[in-house]
Nanobody
């Protein structure tokens, strides 16, 4: 069992930055691939970024590539999402999630994730 708690969301002007954190409980954090997803009102949950269990592999959605950076600290059981050059279209609830799978094709699909946090709101004003 893994419990995830996100923090770091808030209101920021376009062009600004935020750093999201996701703290995980449990001693098996380092065995999970961790993803960030987001969901805006009236839309489906969409993939943002993912980092493999050892941090060696990362993927990004095209919409955030070059602006967002995912990282993890397994000693602190925490995954981060540094978001720079934020745009109003980045406004959403951001969720972190954990998946116990080595199948990379599953990492982009929210339905394949085993555990989810409660989400943190990010609002970017124009």
């Amino acid at each position: 069992q893994v419990q995830l708690v996100e923090s770091g969301g808030g209101l920021v002007q376009a062009g600004g930055s935020l750093r999201l954190s996701c703290a995980a409980s449990g001693r098996t954090f380092s065995s999970y691939t961790m993803g960030w997803f987001r969901q805006a009102p009236g839309t489906e949950r969409e993939f943002v970024s993912v980092i493999s269990w050892n941090g060696g592999i990362t993927y990004y959605a095209d919409s955030v590539k070059g602006r967002f950076t995912i990282s993890r600290d397994n000693a602190k059981n925490t995954v981060y999402l540094q978001m720079n050059s934020l745009k109003p279209e980045d406004t959403a609830v951001y969720y972190c999630a954990a998946v116990a799978s080595y199948d990379r094709s599953s990492w982009l699909q929210y339905s394949r994730y085993n555990y989810w946090g409660q989400g943190t709101q990010v609002t970017v004003s124009s």
